[in-house]
Nanobody, 115 residues
């Protein structure tokens, strides 16, 4: 099983980034997919989630209206489109797959928002 995040980098405040998470080794279309983030010195927090058929999404209050989660069950990939980025969005972003008691994590991709 692999979850491989990509798309992180350095961006100025107000800018945009699109994160991708490519999944393999499990039935991607059956799993709830989420993005978490962990800022330096802070606990990991849930940012956004999307149901297996993309019929339901969840967003943390801190990113509502700025971030959009989506998935492609043919490409086995989940995305996080991030816009109007703020300094406080700086963190390592992790991809998570969950179905019942089974859970997988990626290794993360670093997003740095700085002027």
């Amino acid at each position: 099983v692999q979850l491989v995040e990509s798309g992180g980098g350095l961006v100025q405040p107000g800018g945009s980034l699109r994160l991708s998470c490519a999944a393999s080794g499990f039935t991607f279309s059956s799993y709830y997919m989420s993005w978490y983030r962990q800022a330096p010195g802070k606990e990991r927090e849930l940012v956004a989630g999307i149901s297996s058929a993309a019929s339901n999404t969840y967003y943390a209050d801190s990113v509502k209206g700025r971030f959009t989660i989506s998935r492609d069950n043919v490409k086995n990939t989940v995305y996080l489109q991030m816009s109007s980025l703020k300094l406080e969005d700086t963190a390592v972003y992790f991809c998570n797959a969950r179905r019942a008691s089974t859970e997988y994590w990626g290794k993360g991709t670093l997003v740095t928002v700085s002027s």
